[in-house]
């Protein structure tokens, strides 16, 4: 796995958003599917020792993906992305919330919006994700070491699967 590989955790107070640079060792197609396809995400996109459990996806403009992240006692947590505007292979725009396992939103917590932009640069590439909080107190609990550790891990358990995938 190469270390030299660009991660950058961009906290805008102002603007109430943080944006995170990774580039990965793969092409544009594979990363592309890494973050678009259930049974994938479903190997990475949780820092360790958590673990994601899809319930459902529809990765179209108007669907979503309902999962839950699942704790090391096997507690789980739920969450519904909606998927607002999608450009294949280029990005797409989500708004995250907290919801039940029914996908029913919690109230009591602001929805983010979060672009994910994908970029091919040489033999790598560079993803870029914006997180925009509607919410100040979520903001606030996400522009921190703990949730730049957190992404760090979870993006470096993608680098695994995608060292899997290419052979």
């Known amino acids: 796995m190469n270390s030299n590989l660009l991660f950058e955790f961009i906290v805008d107070e102002k603007q109430k958003t943080i944006i995170i640079k990774r580039e990965f060792n793969a092409n544009h197609d594979l990363v592309w599917k890494g973050w678009t396809t259930a049974l994938l ?11 994601i459990e899809t319930k459902t996806m529809d990765f179209k403009e108007g669907g979503f993906w309902l999962y839950s992240l699942i704790g090391p006692q096997g507690q789980k947590h739920w969450s519904r992305y909606d998927y607002i505007k999608i450009e294949t292979h280029k990005s797409f725009t989500e708004l995250r919330a907290f919801s039940d396992k029914d996908g029913t939103l919690d109230p009591s917590f602001p929805r983010t919006e979060c672009t994910v932009d994908f970029r091919h640069t040489d033999s790598k590439t560079l993803v870029t994700i914006t997180e925009k909080y509607g919410s100040p107190a979520m903001f606030d609990r996400m522009a921190t ?4 550790k957190g992404f760090s891990s979870h993006l470096k358990n993608l680098d695994r699967l995608l060292l899997t995938l290419k052979k």
């Open 41 to 51: 995400l479903d190997q990475w996109c949780a820092p360790n020792p958590y673990k």
């Open 145 to 148: 070491d703990s949730h730049k």
